[in-house]
Nanobody, 116 residues
Framework: QVQLVESGGGLVQPGGSLRLSCAASGIIFRNYAMGWYRQAPGKQRELVAAISSGGQTNYADSVKGRFTIARDNALNTVYVQMNSLKPEDTAVYYC??????????WGQGTQVTVSS
């Protein structure tokens, strides 16, 4: 059974930082591209950051320079370090594992709220 378990969300003031973690089980983690997506109320889910099985990264323009994605294949975990958070970063953040075009798994999501 595949599980992606996110943690690290919460309430933070503008300008603050959070680190989200996603622990994967039931997959050969090193073979999967991993990503973080987010969905704000009334908006579509969007890609925030992704890291390939080989370690290549890409980011949404809105988070470039503020967010950093990393993976630890020994721990089957992917992280996203989020700095200089803004109110518009408020959303539910989801972890994604993808292999090819047809194999796709999602976590349950973790809420991030940026507010003073």
């Amino acid at each position: 059974q595949v599980q992606l378990v996110e943690s690290g969300g919460g309430l933070v003031q503008p300008g603050g930082s959070l680190r989200l973690s996603c622990a994967a089980s039931g997959i050969i983690f090193r073979n999967y591209a991993m990503g973080w997506y987010r969905q704000a109320p009334g908006k579509q889910r969007e890609l925030v950051a992704a890291i390939s099985s080989g370690g290549q990264t890409n980011y949404a323009d809105s988070v470039k320079g503020r967010f950093t994605i990393a993976r630890d294949n020994a721990l089957n975990t992917v992280y996203v370090q989020m700095n200089s958070l803004k109110p518009e970063d408020t959303a539910v953040y989801y972890c994604n594992a993808q292999r090819g075009r047809s194999v796709n798994f999602w976590g349950q999501g973790t809420q991030v709220t940026v507010s003073s």
